[in-house]
């Protein structure tokens, strides 16, 4: 019989934060990547109210934490309880991996953008940001990121729909102001464009469906959806339909923990077919 896994004097522990947190399949991702490399360390659901989040990090910290993730609803609030932060956390204006140095700081990343392109080049190899316009639906923190993303890896224009304008307005502006071409629309510019994604709720399990005619879109396109749950979402079951190429929201979730596991346990992971089985296993694969 394998020896039990016990925790020792040096174990390193990291975890997440978020209220509530027992949906997160980042333990379980975690944790596979802990087994796979032999790696004596722990990562830990963490549910912390909001009105209690400043003081939880900084006893994280004084326990000996390395780090942790931040889900919702603290992505915000966690900027403002950082000492040092990435650019790239700064820009989108919201955290979700921390950092704790030894001298007591704490270092507030984002890598839910990183996390997002590289699972489409993993999906789609040949893809590429330069390759043409995007379409982003909604212009919430998921919005934020991707839309970083995509302009700084050299998206050449990049459209905004969302439900409420005056938000899509904003963040257009506030993108504009960097040199990026970004623009709003109430309905999406399918036609010619090279990369669809969506990051609204709508098509998440207990959500309303999101419905589109993807007709207009050329066959080379690629279409995201950062939902993972239901793993094919019924847009990307429309896009497959339409034989183009679909990547789901798990690759999102796989890639955008590899950094901070890298800094809290010394290793940088990878994502592969069999990581991918074993955190699909605990999702619905559609909508019930």
């Not at 040096?10 to 032999?38: C, D, F, M, N, Q």
């Not at 910290?61 to 603290?74: M, Q, S, W, Y």
């Not at 043409?132 to 839309?147: C, D, E, F, M």
Request: glycine letters at 12%; one cysteine or more; aromatic letters at 6%.
């Amino acid at each position: 019989m394998a020896s039990p896994r016990t925790l020792t004097g040096k174990t390193l522990t990291a975890g997440i934060l978020g209220w509530p947190v027992g949906h997160s399949r980042s333990p379980r991702l975690h944790g596979y990547w802990l087994e796979r490399h032999g790696i004596d360390g722990a990562y830990i659901p963490l549910p912390v109210r909001p009105e209690r989040f400043a003081g939880a990090i900084r006893a994280l910290a004084d326990l000996g934490f390395r780090g942790a993730n931040v889900t919702i609803p603290h992505k915000e609030t966690a900027l403002a309880a950082c000492d040092l932060l990435e650019e790239g956390a700064r820009r989108i204006g919201a955290v979700n991996t921390l950092v704790f140095h030894e001298d007591g700081r704490i270092e507030g990343w984002n890598t839910d953008g990183w996390g997002f392109l590289e699972s489409i080049r993993e999906g789609v190899p040949e893809w590429r940001a330069e390759a043409g316009p995007a379409v982003v639906l909604g212009a919430g923190g998921g919005a934020r990121a991707v839309a970083h993303a995509l302009l700084l890896a050299g998206c050449p224009r990049l459209t905004l729909v969302n439900r409420s304008p005056a938000r899509a307005e904003a963040l257009a502006a506030e993108l504009s102001a960097h040199g990026y071409r970004v623009e709003v629309a109430a309905a999406p510019p399918l036609e010619g464009a090279a990369l669809l994604v969506n990051t609204t709720s709508q098509g998440m399990q207990g959500q309303p469906p999101l419905t589109l005619d993807l007709a207009p879109l050329p066959a080379s396109a690629v279409v995201a959806d950062i939902v993972y749950v239901p793993l094919e979402t019924p847009l990307l079951a429309a896009a497959r339909a339409r034989g183009l190429a679909a990547v789901d929201g798990l690759g999102m979730l796989l890639h955008q923990g590899r950094r901070g596991f890298q800094a809290w346990f010394g290793t940088m992971p990878a994502v592969d077919a069999e990581l991918r089985a074993f955190v699909a296993s605990d999702i619905p694969r559609t909508a019930a």
